[in-house]
T-cell receptor
């Protein structure tokens, strides 16, 4: 298994509070991603990073921010959590040698509940 | 915008049966297509990646095919076992998106009954 950990694994918080989720990798992969998974929507990309301090928005980035100060860590922050952000969040990594061989490896997920 | 559809949404089969899962995508300008497996409460595990220039990939009892021009892929599972029970997702990486991003289908939930 790829060396990807996510913390915390479970979190319950209240509406309006800030929340930070952490993804840590030991594979030295250049690309890192944050997805959310919801019934009826599948996995949707929130933000991704293609290097230290290089990030870009995904399909559902509103209400989320990210930071990557080291190759191994990618943080996802909900500045003011809302109930619509209740979801399971997955981190993924990849090292695309070329676009045709870009396999993504996923972490175990974080289940976030916003009350 | 790329859209990925998986049919059926759920499938229940007896052990030993050969089965086919289907995936379709709307934009054929893809770099690759990947099949993943997800067990309940777990992350995704990559099963097979088919590059746009390839027609199929095989791993053990799994065979994935790709028909890029028609926007279709199939995942064939031979001699199914109860341990194959999981949700199977397909995802495409296409030329419209930058940064090696994937568009996922919603998955097919497979149950293999002993």
């Amino acid at each position: 298994d790829a060396g990807i950990t996510q913390s915390p694994r479970h979190k319950v918080t209240e509406t309006g509070t800030p929340v930070t989720l952490r993804c840590h990798q030991t594979e030295n992969h250049r690309y890192m991603y944050w997805y959310r998974q919801d019934p009826g929507h599948g996995l949707r990309l929130i933000h991704y990073s293609y290097g230290v301090k290089d990030t870009d928005k995904g399909e559902v980035s509103d209400g989320y921010s990210v930071s990557r100060s080291k190759t191994e860590d990618f943080l996802l922050t909900l500045e003011s959590a809302t109930s619509s952000q209740t979801s399971v969040y997955f981190c993924a990594i990849s090292e695309p040698f070329d676009r045709g061989t870009n396999t993504q490896y996923f972490g175990p997920g974080t289940r976030l509940t916003v009350l | 915008k790329q859209e990925v559809t998986q049919i059926p949404a759920a499938l229940s089969v007896p052990e030993g049966e050969n089965l086919v899962l289907n995936c379709s995508f709307t934009d054929s300008a893809i770099y690759n297509l990947q099949w993943f497996r997800q067990d309940p409460g777990k992350g995704l595990t990559s099963l097979l990646l088919i590059q746009s220039s390839q027609r199929e990939q095989t791993s053990g009892r799994l065979n994935a095919s790709l028909d890029k021009s028609s926007g279709r892929s199939t995942l064939y599972i031979a001699a199914s076992q109860p341990g194959d029970s999981a949700t199977y997702l397909c995802a495409v990486e296409d030329g419209e998106t930058s940064g090696s991003r994937l568009t996922f289908g919603e998955g097919t939930q497979l149950t293999v009954n002993p």
